[in-house]
């Protein structure tokens, strides 16, 4: 679901429990889910980020990541960059493939199940997915681009799609739209956002010491 429509931001997505305040979305998956769904795709991860803000590019495999909602009758779906205003050059981010880095593993851990950190604008080692743009490299430059996310906790379904050569891509780049995947209907997970949604915002609230989840 959106969980911010405005504002400075440093990830695209995290799962629930994660860095709220900087993400454009919560998504009702498991970061260790993501990361085994991306191998299984047949992407390979080769992430090496010391530190966030590394200003090296990412390595890993490319995907395309889609983002889909209803608004009334209406069916939304654009591309994940479309949701990201570059305040730097002052327009949205440019359509880019995002780079399966995958996340590391700490201490025995795997760090994007500490962090919940799952698609990262701002450069990550913790998150699965990471954008190669340079800009990924400063955590001043993206924003939400109000103009095209709809409000908070509208529900929306993330397609990531494996590109290139790899054999599961459901399209080439340059074939017709029409032969691309089957998406997704959006109301296929309203009521289990719902319910993760509600568990979000207790939790919020919480946290700020403030047990009034309806305010």
Known sequence: WVNMNN?????????????????VLVLDTKPIHLQVALILLGLEA?????FQ??????????????VQWKEGEETKRVRAEQMIFDFKNEKPMPETDWIFTGSLIYEGRFLAEIE?????????????????????????????????VPKR???????????????????????AKANRAPQPDAEAIEQTAESQREKVIFSE???????????
């Open 7 to 23: 504002g400075l931001i440093e990830y695209l997505a995290c799962s629930a429990g994660g860095k709220l305040h900087e993400s």
């Open 46 to 50: 080769k992430g090496d980020f010391k």
């Open 116 to 148: 919940k950190s799952l698609i990262a604008t701002y450069h990550d080692p913790a998150a699965v997915l990471n954008n190669p743009l340079p800009e990924g490299a400063d955590d001043t430059v993206y924003h939400v681009n109000s103009k095209v």
């Open 53 to 66: 803000g590394d200003p090296h590019p990412p390595k890993g495999d490319p995907v395309e990541i889609w």
């Open 205 to 215: 609230h919480f946290d700020s010491g403030n047990l009034d989840a309806s305010t």
């Open 153 to 175: 906790g509208t529900s929306v379904v993330v397609t990531i799609n494996a590109v290139g050569d790899n054999p599961l891509a459901p399209f080439n780049k340059g074939e």
